[in-house]
């Protein structure tokens, strides 16, 4: 059973760092992509980063510049470090991962469960 989990997420004041880890476990085949999306309150899940399994990383227009995603292939696990963090950063993080179950199969879509990230002003 393929399972992903958060940890990272915490209360941070405005202008710190933080980082979110999100690791895979179970039994499949490959992971392509990993991403990272965010949920605040009463509002809808958007992207926040992405990295391929190639490396390439595509981010949301406001954490260009603050926030870096990053990942570690001989341990299944993606990262997120975020920098200069705005009381607007806080939400839910969720970890995405493409994952390929078996290689007759075609990936699909894991969750993660979140990690609260709550930057105060």
């Known amino acids: 059973q393929v399972q992903l989990v958060e940890s990272g997420g915490e209360l941070v004041q405005a202008g710190g760092s933080l980082r979110l880890s999100c690791a895979a476990s179970g039994s499949f085949f490959s992971i392509n992509d990993m991403a990272w999306y965010r949920q605040a309150l009463g509002n809808q899940r958007d992207l926040v980063a992405l990295i391929s399994s190639g490396g390439r990383t595509n981010y949301g227009d406001s954490v260009k510049g603050r926030f870096t995603i990053s990942r570690d292939d001989a341990k299944k696990t993606v990262f997120l470090e975020m920098n200069s963090l705005k009381p607007e950063d806080t939400a839910v993080y969720y970890c995405?991962?493409?994952?390929?179950?078996?290689?007759?199969?075609?990936?699909?879509?894991?969750w993660g469960k979140g990690t609260l990230v709550t930057v105060s002003a």
């Open positions: 995405n991962a493409k994952i390929q179950p078996r290689s007759w199969l075609v990936g699909r879509d894991f």
